[in-house]
C-alpha cells in the first residue's frame, strides 16, 4: 500500500499523504508507524482505497501485476 501512495501521488490523483490517509479514514500518526514497521494497514484501510481509487485487491497481496482495475463502461 505504501507503493499504492506514491503511485497515486506520481498519477497526480493525490499530492500529500495525508488526502490518501484522510480518505481511507487512517489517522495521522498510523502512516509513520507502518513505514517504521511498527504497524500494519488495517483490512477496512485496504478496503477503502479499493473503493476510492479503484485498485486492484489482488495487486495489493501479491496476486496480479495490474494495480488498477479495468475501467467498466
Known amino acids: 500500500m ?3 501512495i506514491e503511485m ?3 498519477k ?3 499530492r500529500f499523504e ?3 490517509t484522510d480518505a481511507i ?3 495521522k500518526q498510523v502512516l509513520p ?3 517504521r514497521g511498527a504497524q500494519s494497514f488495517r483490512v477496512h484501510h485496504i478496503q477503502k482505497a479499493c473503493e476510492l481509487y479503484k485498485v486492484n485487491a489482488n495487486w495489493i ?3 496480479q ?3 488498477f482495475r479495468a475501467k467498466t463502461t
Open 65 to 67: 501485476n495490474t494495480p
Open 61 to 63: 497481496f501479491g496476486l
Open 25 to 27: 479514514g487512517m489517522q
Open 18 to 20: 495525508k488526502e490518501f
Open 12 to 14: 497526480g490523483i493525490i
Open 33 to 35: 508507524a507502518i513505514k
Open 8 to 10: 497515486l501521488q506520481a
Open 2 to 4: 505504501l507503493q499504492l
